[in-house]
């Protein structure tokens, strides 16, 4: 039995998925270093932050502890990480290499092989979404999501709207390495508008206006929105899902099986 990118080529398009989904996350699973920056990083460091921080409530983000407030932004990071990371390095790599055109005259199907890293993405970022909000609560007293609907509906927005930029990533980048590099290029202004560095709270009025309409300066507020037992804004749930409209799009219109 031949095999692709460790795929067998003979699989059937009824059964075949599930054993793509199984062998896609093996070959997600040995690699460390992403494992260790998309999955543990943000949990080392919200434990950092919920350690060195300040205890009590700041006045200068609104009387809320630090540690509140800077939770959704490490979850923003490792969204962006894992997103921005695996997915369009993986896709790039498959392309460069052939296996996306070869994969697409076999049973499996390159369409296939693209839903299995989008679904494998998914699901880990919903798994640690899930650690860093059990940590929180239990380690730090961060209140659980108040509501949860809108809690939610933020973070699939936003874990949609960062995997189709992923994918976009994928699209344009010629190979591994230009992908990786777009992928870090981009995470250090998105993280910086969601307040990784400068709290919102403590920024501009003018570029906190502006960090509202970038994807990951609207997710944190929706989901400190959430946290806190308010719906998210309106205006912040919209940007989200347009960005996830228009990052979809452009990316199935500018994705290449082939080189």
Not at 35 to 43: N, Y
Not at 46 to 55: K, Q
Not at 162 to 169: E, K
């Amino acid at each position: 039995m031949s095999a692709v990118a460790g795929v067998p080529l003979t699989s059937s398009r009824g059964g075949g998925f599930g054993q793509l989904l199984r062998t896609e996350l093996r070959l997600y699973l040995r690699e460390p270093m992403l494992l260790f920056w998309g999955l543990l990083f943000p949990l080392i460091l919200l434990v950092v932050l919920g350690v060195a921080g300040p205890s009590k409530p700041e006045r200068s983000l609104g009387d809320v502890r630090f540690i509140i407030v800077y939770t959704p932004v490490v979850m923003m990071l490792m969204l962006t990480v894992l997103s921005l990371s695996a997915l369009p390095a993986a896709l790039a790599s498959y392309r460069d290499k052939g296996y996306l055109r070869r994969l697409s005259t076999t049973p499996v199907g390159a369409v296939r092989l693209l839903a299995a890293q989008v679904v494998i993405d998914f699901a880990l970022e919903a798994t640690v979404v899930i650690l860093l909000v059990v940590i929180a609560r239990l380690a730090f007293s961060v209140p659980l999501p108040q509501q949860i609907g809108g809690f939610l509906l933020a973070i699939v927005l936003v874990m949609a709207a960062m995997l189709a930029l992923g994918v976009l990533i994928a699209a344009v980048a010629p190979n591994q390495r230009v992908a990786a590099g777009i992928g870090s290029v981009l995470l250090f202004p998105l993280m910086f508008f969601a307040g990784l560095w400068v709290p919102q709270a403590e920024m501009g009025a003018g570029l906190r206006e502006v960090s509202h309409y970038t994807p990951l300066g609207a997710a944190a507020p929706a989901v400190q929105n959430a946290i806190a037992g308010h719906w998210p804004g309106t205006v912040h749930l919209l940007v989200l899902a347009a960005y996830a409209l228009v990052f979809c799009t452009l990316a199935a219109r500018l994705f290449r099986w082939d080189r």
